[in-house]
């Protein structure tokens, strides 16, 4: 039976109450005072992407999905602009005088209208030369967390669960954000250095999509899943192809051309909505 969840930073329980009626839903269960609910309809609605419109307008992402394994045993996470608020080859360019020519480049392989791999070694040519020491000052000073993904990291371990960071972007940033919140392993690539600076080269071969597709089928070998038991969080072209064959994909404050091709869109709610979506209520959060 598909699942009806609502989740906004100021949810109106008025709303609530009359989509619930209006699509003949059964008993709502909220998760989070005024700001999560669900409710079990018969079927999909047919008129769900028109009162998914409405609802973004009142700042309330909608999600319908199956119930039946929601909870899953495994998050895949992209890092920049999903886990943390910045991209960090963009930081660091800012640091090197280039940040509008790759910021500019960034933004537009992160819609997919650049080749990853490519815009990659562009961007990160602009940085040869680099002070290596720019990476600790990046991390100290301009890398700032998305609100609720240490709780997240630690509700769905405390479950069972078995967490993932997989970035296109560098170990330098992963390793740091792994180890703070508390991931389970991380994935990432190498940002070479010689003589105590960026030598402009990526190390090979680059981690893009497929690598972050093959990370998940990888896990799951690993620990006798199937992608169904998955849920992958991105917002860039690059984690399309995780969003896609995970079981439950999310795309979090994503570029629209990537959202477009997820049902599971979150553009209000912060990290625990991914918590939402699996049916914990705030009472069954863990904190670290």
């Known amino acids: 039976m598909p699942i009806v969840t609502l989740i ?12 619930r009626n209006a699509w003949g839903g059964g008993d709502a269960q909220w998760l989070s005072p005024d700001r999560a609910v669900e409710f079990p309809v018969a079927q999909v609605p ?31 996470a992209d890092m920049d602009s999903t886990m943390i608020g910045q ?18 480049i960034t933004a537009r392989a992160m819609n997919g209208e650049l080749d990853f ?10 940085l040869a030369g680099l ?21 997240l ?38 940002l070479p250095q010689e003589a105590g600076r960026i030598t402009g080269q990526v190390a090979e071969p680059i981690l893009g999509r497929e690598a ?12 006798n899943l199937s992608p169904a038991d998955v849920m992958a969080v991105g917002d860039g072209a690059n984690d399309l192809g995780m969003l896609q064959l995970a ?13 477009a091709q997820v049902d599971r869109r979150i553009n209000h709610g912060d990290l625990t909505a991914l918590l939402y979506l699996q049916g914990y209520a705030d009472g069954d959060f863990v904190r670290q």
């Open 46 to 76: 047919a008129n769900q992407w028109e009162v998914w419109e409405e609802a973004q307008k009142m700042r309330c992402d909608l999600v319908i999905q199956p119930d039946e394994n929601r909870r899953k045993s495994v998050l895949l």
């Open 153 to 190: 990291i630690a509700t769905m371990k405390a479950n069972g669960g078995y967490t993932a960071l997989v970035s296109g972007g560098f170990t330098a940033f992963t390793s740091r954000v792994a180890a703070r919140l508390g991931f389970d392993m991380h994935r990432a690539n190498e």
């Open 87 to 104: 991209e960090c080859i963009d930081e660091l360019a800012d640091m090197a005088g280039v940040g509008a020519q790759v910021s500019g």
């Open 8 to 19: 906004s930073p100021a949810l109106d329980p008025a709303f609530a109450d009359a989509l």
């Open 247 to 259: 079981g439950a994909g999310v795309a979090l404050h994503a570029k629209p051309s990537v959202a």
């Open 117 to 126: 791999e490519g815009a990659l070694r562009e961007r990160v040519g602009l």
């Open 131 to 151: 002070d290596a020491g720019v990476i600790d000052r990046v991390w100290k000073d301009r890398i700032t967390l998305t609100p609720g993904g240490d709780v």
């Open 212 to 223: 972050k597709v093959q990370a998940l089928h990888d896990i799951c070998a690993a620990r």
